[in-house]
């Protein structure tokens, strides 16, 4: 998505250890106007599989989610990495391990809005390692739901995320693949290909 692309280029910034930051469009500051667009695109690719609810993870996953949930006219569901007062029970829940954060969160999604009638998009923002996605696999589950794809906002293509989801067999449709950071800068997959 070259609009995507364009803003990554702009305002992403090459942290050391391979970390991208995008907090100003999309992790801290969000852009509703890129967002749109993005939901818009992941809603024109799935839009022909009967997609019920969306699920994604709190919280850079949510904007994405929910402007292409507005285009589906699907509810969004995101797992919630901290217990409340009103999340006790009731609950489907894995393991999630962050490399950005090092520390490894439980998440939740209540059994009263995830059913096995669902056939369900997942959404998040980044894809590494694939650690969040297979606890929202693992999630979808325990539910008996039915997972008709995988949408990813911004792939790091250099890390084993991707070849870890293939194996799952799920369609996996990233936005922006990333194929490099070095020496911070951006290099994308399609800049790779040999002239």
């Known amino acids: ?8 280029r702009k305002h992403g910034t090459v942290l050391p250890g391979n970390v991208l930051k995008v907090d100003t469009f999309l992790n801290h500051q969000i852009d509703p106007v890129l967002m749109q667009a993005v939901g818009n695109e992941f809603a024109d690719r799935f839009k022909e599989v009967g997609i019920t609810k969306i699920v994604t993870i709190e919280s850079s996953g949510i904007a994405p989610a929910v402007f ?3 285009a589906l006219d699907v509810p969004v569901v995101f797992a919630r990495k901290k217990k409340s007062l009103t999340l006790t029970d ?19 999604v209540s059994k009263n809005f995830l059913a096995s009638t669902d056939t369900i998009l997942l ?9 969040a996605v297979l606890g929202l696999l693992e999630i979808a589950e325990q539910a008996g739901a039915e997972v008709a794809g995988i949408g990813i906002v911004i792939e790091k293509s250099f890390q084993q995320g991707r070849a870890l989801l293939e ?7 990233s ?4 194929a490099s950071l070095d020496n911070e800068q951006i290099r994308f997959v399609e ?3 040999v002239q």
Not at 2 to 8: C, F, G, Q, S, Y
Not at 123 to 131: C, H, K, M, T, V
Request: hydrophobic share 40%; no cysteine; net charge negative.
């Open 68 to 70: 292409a949930g507005l």
């Open 90 to 108: 009731n609950l489907y829940t894995s393991s999630v391990y962050s490399f950005t954060k090092q520390e490894a969160n439980d998440i939740s």
């Open 1 to 8: 998505m070259k609009l995507l692309e364009e803003h990554i």
């Open 175 to 178: 936005l922006a693949r990333i």
């Open 191 to 193: 800049e790779e290909v």
């Open 123 to 131: 959404i998040d923002d980044f894809l590494a390692n694939g650690q």
């Open 167 to 173: 194996k799952t067999g799920f369609p996996i449709y």
